[in-house]
């Protein structure tokens, strides 16, 4: 069961476009994270948010925690080539009778940007 | 300084092998994770450690059996490889001290089964 649904799933533009990726559930979770893979690479983390409403920015990068902590979005502003990558959300959930906290991680979008 | 490192990159091997990854990190992190991203790029939790304990153990066949000899290092072990095995295999790390549980992964090892 795919509990966080990210769209577009694959996204193509050229360089100075904005963009916005979103990151869907009907889950509540305690903190959200968006996360960015190179090919060959292991995701990095971008930025964490907490509360609901909560808006981050890094540099062109434009992140939002949904209002019921079940959704988010990353929006970039004036695209890069550098920005190409796949961009995962991952949401942090209670588990395991509340022993611990676990990520799952969205669908992940596909972002190509064309000098 | 590599923070998550793992051994190896890249693994061939053919159907029924039998087949171990390392993961080492140098963070000071307590828990460790084993995660496999598919073809489609989704990426699901497999199991995680905290000081040496289990403490996520997702639906996963017997067959892979992870290791923690220590806080730094999670190894993952898999018996009588199947096709379905082929994907990326991540170790990641994080703090359970900290408010979020922000990970930190390593390179990825690809496995293909042959």
């Known amino acids: 069961t795919q509990l966080l649904e990210q769209s577009p799933q694959f996204l193509s533009i050229q360089e100075g476009e904005n963009l916005t990726v979103y990151c869907n559930s009907s889950?509540?979770?305690?903190?959200l994270q968006w996360y960015r893979q190179e090919p060959g690479e292991g995701p990095v983390l971008l930025v964490t948010v907490v509360t609901g409403g909560e808006v981050k920015k890094l540099k062109r990068l434009t992140f939002q925690f949904g209002d019921a902590r079940k959704d988010s979005s990353l929006h970039i502003t004036a695209a890069q080539p550098g920005d190409t990558g796949l961009y995962l959300c991952a949401g942090e959930r209670r588990d395991y009778g509340g022993a611990t906290n676990k990520l799952i991680f969205g669908t992940g979008t596909l972002l190509a940007v064309q000098p | 300084d590599t923070a998550v490192s793992q051994t190896p990159k890249y693994l061939v091997t053919q159907m029924g092998n039998d087949k171990s990854i390392k993961c080492e990190q140098n963070l000071g992190h307590d828990t460790m994770y084993w995660y496999k991203q598919d073809s489609k790029k989704f990426l699901k939790i497999m199991f995680s450690y905290n000081n040496k304990e289990l403490i996520i153990n997702e639906t996963v066949p017997n067959r892979f059996s992870p290791k923690s000899p220590d806080k730094a290092h999670l190894n993952l072990h898999i018996n009588s490889l199947e096709l379905g095995d082929s994907a990326v295999y991540f170790c990641?790390?994080?703090?359970?001290?900290?408010?979020?549980?922000?990970?930190?992964f390593g390179p990825g090892t690809r496995l293909t089964v042959t």
């Open positions: 990641a790390s994080s703090s359970q001290s900290h408010r979020s549980y922000e990970q930190y």
């Open positions: 889950s509540v979770f305690s903190s």
